[in-house]
């Protein structure tokens, strides 16, 4: 296992570190420092746990559109 950069919405919210044999999230923004310091399985439980948060916290949800690539939000 490596460290991996977690991502919301195109923007860095957090890293996952190995620590015991599990991945521990490392929060780089507030928004998402309910998270810190807890343990996931993988990466993409990571990602799952931060987008329940982003959309608990605000209502909304990134939307990619297929002609561009960059995520916006929409409202939930």
Do not use: C
């Amino acid at each position: 296992m490596n460290k991996q950069v977690i991502e919301f919405g195109g923007e860095a919210v957090g890293v996952v570190v190995p620590d015991a044999g599990r991945l521990k999230f490392v929060a780089v923004k507030y928004h998402v420092w309910d998270l810190d310091s807890r343990h996931f399985r993988s990466a993409d439980e990571a990602r799952a746990a931060v987008r329940q948060l982003m959309v608990s916290q605000t209502g909304r949800r990134p939307v990619v559109h297929s002609a561009d690539t960059s995520a916006v939000y929409a409202a939930a």
